[in-house]
């Protein structure tokens, strides 16, 4: 059974965090003390919380779906705001809440969760969406493509 589109990303990243907290406590041999951890993890949790806002708020503009699950139903492609520097601003988010949370914790193990959730929700969602959004929007969509990258 493929997995392509059928763990909403929220229940990754949920998933991503609970793995780190484990490897937090169980290899504790492995952690590290980050100077101004106090004020770089609140930081990165307010600019996932921009991004992620920013993308959400120019999907209700565009009146199109959010449900990540479901990209066919989408009815207009985000071009504008922050989609103009990344496809997946709100996987990014999460990817920069997962580091927020990884340098919070202070575990290099932790840490080496993050290239896996970069894998996973990129081969098993984003990957599927490019495929359906290719056939929705055809050229409109494959110069979007070639002009913003997928993650930064």
């Given at each position: ?22 490897a937090?406590?169980?290899?504790t ?8 951890a ?5 930081g ?61 914790l ?18 098993f ?17 494959m ?10």
């Amino acid at each position: 059974m493929s997995l392509k589109l059928k763990i909403p990303p929220p229940v990754v990243g949920l998933v991503c965090a609970l793995i780190m907290w484990l490897a937090s406590r169980f290899f504790t041999g492995f952690s590290f003390n980050l100077p101004y951890a106090n004020f770089i993890s609140p930081g990165l949790i307010c600019l996932a919380l921009f991004i992620d806002i920013s993308a959400l708020l120019n999907f209700k503009s565009l009146k199109t779906t959010i449900n990540p699950m479901k990209p066919g139903e989408s009815s207009s492609l985000a071009e504008r705001g922050v989609y103009q520097y990344t496809r997946n601003p709100m996987y990014l988010g999460l990817l920069i809440i997962l580091s927020s949370w990884g340098i919070f914790l202070g575990n290099y193990i932790s840490v080496l969760v993050l290239p896996f959730f970069v894998w996973y929700i990129t081969v098993f969602q984003i990957i599927p969406e490019e495929e359906i959004l290719e056939n929705k929007f055809k050229e409109k969509y494959m110069q979007y493509k070639h002009k913003v990258r997928r993650w930064i």
